[in-house]
DNA sequence: TTGTATGCGTTATCAG
DNA sequence: CTGATAACGCATACAA
């Protein structure tokens, strides 16, 4: 994919069309930047030679060397590209930043942090846009391109994680939002939980959550609802290490269907179950009823995001104000005065996935 | 959102690198670069020496404007922003270049051609980001940005619309497809139809497409749908302008709702509605639905795109091979040699919302 | 109102 | 293997 110069003529630049004006390429490079610096006539007349030529206005790459700013801003996140169009609950956040940057009229770059974490013995650039901005996005603490993105010396903002000293912070209460589902479960009468986890670390680990791997967790935010879950059962005097967990590499109704599998089966098979994203417990929820067990009546089940599905498939949730981030994070980029953090509300929705634990023991048959 | 030097301390630079470790800064970007030049010792301390300074790597715009090409391609639509991640149909193709990037390692910068159309006095760019190349996603034919891409000397693809002369072109056959949705409603015995049309020009028309407006289409696509459909009601006996159609503004349940609030309290109520989306197909039946009508005892209806919403509506639609419009759009912008264009292959599916139109001549009441 | 000179950070060319 | 030198296309004091 070569550029420029290719389709046989050269390039037309400011220079070229000054000269065939007659005026200085200052005059017109004004023209295209302080329109009240030329009379109206001669900006008429720049323009009309411009688009005679062919010339596009500025080059980009230029105007920004000589500016140093761009005009657009990158979106950064762990995962590859791809899933970023797969994850509901990416999209709506993506949709809240494109509403900012369509109102700010600046482009928005994607980009892709997994690729830069391949070949780690050379240093990759972070992505290769240049932007005014980063929002990173959910990426894993210990990623590099956390490092470079602060050497950068651009504004960041990070979003749901990690949280990094000097930067502003974009999120919710993870702890808080955990605590009330499990409370809510509780309350119903459940004694008997079970815990679908997002990923801890940044390995491709899946299989039951470990207690040393819980007293590890790199995700900010899978560690605090981990603990907002716990804190509820333990305040119920339900032991947290009694609590059997799994964790999912990725999230996807799959791993999520996978996760259930382990949990149903269990000896003593939980009543309710705790899942940190919509579509894991949705995946979940298609084991479940696989199995022959019905949900409410046989297990309980809680899901994280309130995703567009969540309401199809009657799920219990916490509601995120996913778009409201994306909003809130390119506002604090372009201001980037207050350096403060947004801790934004969530909303527990109480769907028709939960309800009183089943009477008689379901000791397992 | 200033940029540079901001944080404090000045950007650092190849220069600077350079100087520390005691080398000519051309050595320090051949590190970068070209590393087989470079002993490998020398290699390290220079990395070493950067990593230290804060030295992130080259400057993107720097380096853009030296090499000519930037490492990233642009996504183009008519529609603003934040439509792009409420479409269904948009995401999926969207997934599909990401895919592609993914693996080309090049970052996709997203931009709405709405903005340039603002401000029609003024010369505006084609967004800001540097680019290598552009994705023209099914934009308005008679758009200023159609030039301005074609002008800027970069590769070009373009997606659904408009077809330009030398520029690969991916789309399908859509009047192929339309003309078999009509097919299959005529064969199951439908004489009386509605059709639910995209928008036809750029303006901000709703509401009956009239037959001006049917003989002046600027959208190719809906054209070529719109011929279809009415070809095979043609040769079913069909006189095209007896067949009612509203026109929607944009591709939202919503409007197709209202759409069919048109068609159905028409003194003769259609048996059977084309809709050239599943989303207005989808608000569609809410409509009538609404009405205490039933589908498709009372009326059939037919989709077009075949979004997941689809199968969960149980709505008969054409599927198109969205995610493979977008890798094969950044394929032919890659490889740029063969200019051919690539016509996908559609499918027709058959879902539970058509059916035989009712014995009885519904001639309301 | 318009033009001149300089710098932006990098890559490429072509010597050594 | 290394280092001067010249682009790259534009913006911006500053001077006219």
Sequence with gaps: MKTTRQHGRRKVTLKDVAAQVGVSHTTVSNAYIRPGQLSAALREKIFAAAQEMGYTGPDP????????HSGALGFLFSEDLPYAFSDPAVLTVLNGVAKSCNELETDLALISAGSS????????????AAVDGYILYSVAPDSRCVMMAQQRNVPLVVVDQPRLDGVPYVGIDDRDAAYKAAKTLLELGHRSFGILSLKTAHDDYFGILTAKRRANIAHSTIAMRLEGYLTALQEAGIAPETVPAWEIPINSEEAGAEGARFLINRPERPTAILAMSDRVAIGAMKTIRAAGLSIPQDVSIFGFDDIPAAAT?????????????????????????????VILKTELVKRGSIGQPPKAEPSRG
């Excluded at 790459?61 to 140093?68: D, M, N, S, V």
């Excluded at 219990?316 to 506002?331: F, L, M, N, Y």
């Design 61 to 68: 790459a230029a105007k920004q060397l000589a500016t140093g």
């Design 117 to 128: 974490l391949r070949n780690m013995n050379t240093p990759v650039s972070l992505g290769n």
């Design 313 to 341: 498939a009657d799920l219990s949730t916490i509601r995120q104000p996913h778009e409201q981030k994306g909003t809130e994070a390119v506002r604090l980029l372009v201001q980037q005065d207050g350096r403060q953090n």
